[in-house]
């Protein structure tokens, strides 16, 4: 091998061991912070986002931190998280319990985006799904027990839609009672104004992303009163006419009553 | 005349040109850092809004959007679709840079280019030598993992961990824990890598380099043949690679402007020059024997 050949081999040789170097260096750091960016897709549940967020993982490809929404916030409601706590970095969210959202009519938060990653097709504040309130502890919400403490209900934006109270017998006064809170998530936008005021040292009613707030029927599954509001009549009775081999003095009434005795 | 010390850079400078004239770039470049940050400050200081936002993205007068094109960029591979006011703000903003300079962010922008001074200062004043040694070109492989990263998780991925907007946004919403970050590049630059964050790492300045890699306004070592060795230059520069072709290549047919697409366009080389042979110039203004035939026009 000559000196200049050889020379060639060395710089080739170093060139490629310092390129593999850096690509290795760099790819490591890479997956690093792949498994840290899964992990920071993981909304913390007292976490809420702004208004015209739809999903964590594409807001976080849409939005670029730079605090615009939070500027216009008239409430102060809106924050960016900084750096050690557990909402991605430099992203804009609320903490009910702290400030909820007071639903400006012209949503001052999604107009400054730039980027689109709060949706201007959102334009109705009452068509938001930020999360939804959810009753999380029935041993100490107060109307629960009996109480008529109804301030959930009261300040409510969309009272008796998004909140109703429900009338339900009091089984331990055997006399009373109960008006149950129920949030309906057709109307309920997830502003929080319920969990700030509840009265309870810790609310028992809570704001939580709608995943986790939600339940969902299996999609084969048919509720039969709605079945028969859908039809216009029942599906079930009447039944079928039929030839039943009924016992002596017995008959079958088709209109509900099923088997009963023939009247004589 | 042999080298100074690395100590010792910018002395002969201020003895000759005087305090001031010595550190006239700089000046000016900690002027403009601050008051960028005091267009985004006077609002929540003083109720007086003139920039909302960050460096990321900002709305100035309620008019002018701003949007930095590498976070875009970013948005876009992760697969989002670009509303039309960021789109402009970034367009704006990379017709600025090409203008002046790609990294003319780096040095008259981003905060965290004092910090990075001040460590490479103090490297020279203690005399802080050697330490991990890493390429220069680095930063270009971590720019393209967070383009890669930002496909693959489908998320700004780098913005979870990224020192600029991290210390800009810190500085104008609150810090945090973002405080550490700003330690941590500052104790990373003195003591284990020179300009290791800003002249190796950071991916930021990386994809601001190849935006300006053909930009207009350059620095010109116009005056390279008064050029007396001192190497206060090589020991000030960020970048100090950068100067060579332009300050010594002259037998190789390098025309004086330096067109390294990894200068900052500090000027901090003029500031330490006593030859005065560096300007400010422009890209096109290359040519050795115009230049020849223009110093003799003006110095008879």
């Known amino acids: 091998m000559s000196v200049k050949s050889r020379q060639s081999h060395i710089s080739r040789r170093r060139f490629i061991v310092e390129t593999a170097r850096a690509a290795c260096g760099v790819a490591l750091l890479g997956v690093g912070l792949g498994l840290y960016t899964r992990q920071a897709k993981s909304l913390p549940a007292m976490a809420i986002r702004p208004p015209g967020v739809k999903d964590e993982s594409d807001f976080l490809a849409a939005c670029v931190r730079c605090g615009l929404c939070v500027r216009d916030c008239p409430y102060d409601t809106l924050k960016l998280s900084r750096l050690g706590e557990p909402v991605a970095t430099g992203t804009p969210y609320f903490e009910a319990r702290d400030i909820p959202c007071e639903m400006c009519e012209d949503i001052p938060c999604i107009k400054a985006c730039p980027t689109g990653a709060l949706d201007k097709e959102l334009t109705n504040i009452d068509d938001a799904r930020m999360g939804l309130a959810v009753i999380v502890d029935q041993e100490t919400c107060l109307n629960y027990q009996g109480l008529r403490c109804d301030v959930c209900h009261r300040v409510c934006p969309l009272i008796n839609e998004a909140i109703t109270l429900e009338p339900r017998h009091n089984q331990r006064s055997g006399k009373h009672t109960l008006f149950i809170p129920v949030v309906h998530s057709d109307s309920c936008t997830g502003c929080g104004k319920c969990e700030r005021a509840c009265v309870l040292e810790e609310a028992a009613i809570k704001i939580l992303p709608l995943h986790l707030a939600k339940g969902e029927l299996g999609h084969h599954y048919r509720l039969g009163w709605e079945e028969k509001q859908k039809a216009g009549k029942s599906l079930v009775t009447p039944d079928e006419e039929h030839q039943y081999n009924l016992p002596e003095g017995l008959k079958y009434e088709h209109e509900g009553q099923g088997l009963m005795k023939e009247s004589r | 005349m042999t080298a100074n010390l690395p100590g010792q850079a910018g002395k002969t400078a201020v003895l000759e040109k005087g305090w001031w004239k010595a550190h006239q770039w700089l000046l000016l470049r900690r002027i403009s850092q601050l008051s960028i940050l005091l267009l985004f400050l006077s609002g929540p200081w003083f109720g007086y809004w003139i920039a909302k936002g960050n460096l990321t993205s900002s709305l100035t007068f309620e008019i002018l959007p701003l949007t930095d094109p590498y976070i875009l960029l970013q948005s876009f591979v992760a697969g989002h679709d670009i509303a039309s006011t960021a789109l402009y703000g ?73 020192p600029v907007s991290m210390t800009h946004r810190a500085i104008i919403f609150g810090f945090g824990y973002g405080w550490l970050i700003v330690l941590s590049i500052f104790l990373f630059d003195l003591l284990l890598t020179r300009q290791g964050w800003c002249g190796r790492l950071c991916p930021v300045g990386a994809f601001y380099s190849l935006l300006g890699r053909f930009s207009i306004v350059r620095i010109s070592a116009r005056n390279r043949e008064q050029c007396d060795d001192c190497m206060d230059c090589f020991m000030v520069c960020p970048e100090e690679q950068v100067i060579k072709p332009a300050l010594k290549g002259a037998d190789k047919g390098y025309g004086p402007v330096i067109l390294d697409m990894n200068c900052t366009n500090c000027g901090r080389c003029i500031d330490v020059c006593t030859k005065n042979v560096f300007s400010f110039s422009n890209r096109f203004n290359n040519s050795t024997l115009l230049n020849a035939f223009i110093k003799e026009e003006v110095a008879p």
Do not use: Q
């Not at chain 2, 008259?108 to 103090?122: G, R």
């Not at chain 2, 990263?149 to 990224?162: G, M, Q």
């Open chain 2, 90 to 162: 970034a367009i704006i903003v990379t017709l600025f840079y090409l203008l002046v300079g790609g990294r003319v962010f780096c040095s008259w922008v981003c905060p965290v280019n004092m910090v990075t001074d001040a460590a490479d200062w103090l490297r020279r004043k203690f005399n802080i030598k050697g330490g991990a040694h890493l390429s220069r070109k680095l930063r270009y492989w971590l720019l393209v993992m967070t383009l890669l990263l930002a496909a693959a998780t489908a998320s700004i991925a780098w913005e979870l961990v990224n």
